[in-house]
């Protein structure tokens, strides 16, 4: 990718050639961190003894002559530098956030200085669209025809809406059968601009939620159980986690198992084996279970329907069940093949 970064850095010569006064040219790379050092208005200001606000009026001005050159074609390798933006844009589904982007066209794992060039040729493009960073929205870039900033940010906003009245994840598909976009993967690009959404296993849903952004190990667990569809042996769940896309992996079984343990989402079934509780399981033991069946149903229960009924809810061996079906403090056998709760008998 040698030559899109020869080709962004001639641009940016290019553009810098174009403002004729030293202080102006240090305004604009200190502004952006053309140089690697991003600074503010006051820190510019107290370098070149003027005021925050005369450096806010000059960088306006250097801004819109900028502008001015760039549409009427007169900055040296800019059309060049554009060309290779748009095509790498198109490609991320017409707009990015700018590390996204910066990775992506030079090849690597890009430098402040690499995202600060592209974030300056966008501001002057006509032919691109800079959205600006705040508390909501990513530092991003689109294709021009794909709206002004104001358009990008009212359709991210618009996928955000949507997913907070959903009150749960959706995937592109069903986002997609909701939203007019030519492609789904245009709805992925515009939803992660937003600083309010994350995406997990094909799911977008709001930060917040641990299901597309789990931040510790329980939260990590559930989402494990909950992609898996059925009960897991801790170890499974553990070894899941270190094959995960999760940001952070590196966890000991030990604490898988202590919160395991601790948190009652997680209902254990089996020798080491864990469910989550909103499939139906509950926490007891195998003789607990049993009472609630022959509680639920009324009547005195078979050996089959009894072993039927706990394994339902639990993975373990026949023998077990049958086992503790002999407790005699607990249950009565009143024929020979039906059982009740002790205190029932008559």
Known sequence: MEQNADLVAKAIKGSLSIIDQDR???????????????????QIGETLSVTRERVRQLEKVILVRLRIAASQGRIPDLAGAEKIIIRNLAELGRVAKVTELADKVFGAKATPENRAALCFLADISASLTAVTENDRYF?????????????IRNKVDAIVKLIKEN????????????????????????ASVSKQLASLNG???????????PKN???????????NKEPMHFNDIATAIADSNFKR????????????IKDPRFVLIGRGIYALDSWGYKKGTVSEIITDALKKAGRPLSREEIVAEVMKSRKVKETTILLNLQNKKLFDKV?????VIHEEKA
């Open 249 to 260: 992996k590196n966890v000991t079984i030990q604490a898988i198992h202590n919160e395991l």
């Open 217 to 227: 190990i329980r939260d990590k667990i559930y989402v494990i159980l909950e992609t």
């Open 203 to 213: 799911l977008w849903g709001l930060t917040k939620w641990p299901s597309v952004n």
């Open 139 to 151: 530092n991003a870039i689109a294709i021009a025809d794909a709206g002004d900033e104001k358009t």
């Open 167 to 190: 009150k749960a994840p959706f995937t592109l598909d069903e986002l997609d059968s909701k939203l007019n976009y030519e492609h789904p993967s245009q709805i992925a690009a515009v």
């Open 24 to 42: 102006e040219r240090k305004i604009v790379e200190k502004r952006f961190g053309l140089d690697g050092q991003k600074e503010t208005l006051e």
């Open 335 to 339: 024929d020979k093949n039906a059982f």
